[in-house]
DNA sequence: TAAACTGGTTTACAATATAAACCAATAAAA
DNA sequence: TTTTATTGGTTTATATTGTAAACCAGTTTA
């Protein structure tokens, strides 16, 4: 009937990083705050549980003297994403339930 | 770039329900928890945030001796979850995101 | 050298989801 | 006919989450 929903992605600040980074191959911590449009705190939260998931790959590092933190999808963040996606489609089109 | 989420919609089991009656334009408390596979009371809770919000109808009756909760979505419970899946594609798709 | 800005992290609080506990009515068993 | 179980839920307590505010260290600007 439905599948489960992953509860790490189903959450809008988390799901569209993993979304931008499903399609950039590399962001850091600037980029993905302007385009999500989060605060900062939230979203360093958010990057945080990516992490520890193993579903991304942070960096911190300098750009000259400044701090980068870098984030790059993993092949495990990858899976669950498309696993995901595909779980949802049993939620939005009947037709994709065998009920 | 990303749309907001309806944050009634963007609960797996309040999706779900909405799920159910977008293509079944009627059902009770019973067959949706069996559908569902939720607890009774986890539905209880969810079933009235979404009358509440008006994005669905419930109707508490009798068949025989026995009360039946029979839920009946609502125009602006399809507009929403239209909106919803819409809303979603900017997130599952990037080419759906006008960046 | 003080003020303001950058790039974040920590922490406190509010909101949410969920199951357990509960309740009233009916049906079945003893 | 009085337990006992079952049905169809609701209420409530708890755990988890999401979020922004407050904070911090380093850097530039005035």
Redesign the pocket.
């Known amino acids: 009937m439905f599948e489960p929903l992953d509860?790490?992605l189903?959450?809008?600040?988390?799901l569209a990083v993993i979304s931008i980074l499903i399609s950039v191959e590399e962001a850091?911590?600037?980029y993905l705050?302007e385009k999500t449009g989060?605060?900062?705190?939230?979203?360093?939260?958010?990057?945080?549980?990516l992490n520890e998931a193993g579903y991304i790959k942070?960096e911190?590092g300098f750009?000259?003297?400044?701090?980068?933190?870098?984030c790059k999808i993993s092949s495990k963040g990858i899976d669950a994403f498309e696993k995901y996606v595909e779980a949802l489609k049993s939620y939005l089109d009947p037709r994709d339930r065998t009920d």
Do not use: C, M, Y
């Open positions: 509860p790490l189903h959450s809008e600040l988390r850091d911590f600037v705050r989060a605060t900062a705190g939230n979203l360093s939260v958010q990057i945080n549980k942070v911190r750009i000259g003297k400044r701090t980068r933190t870098v």
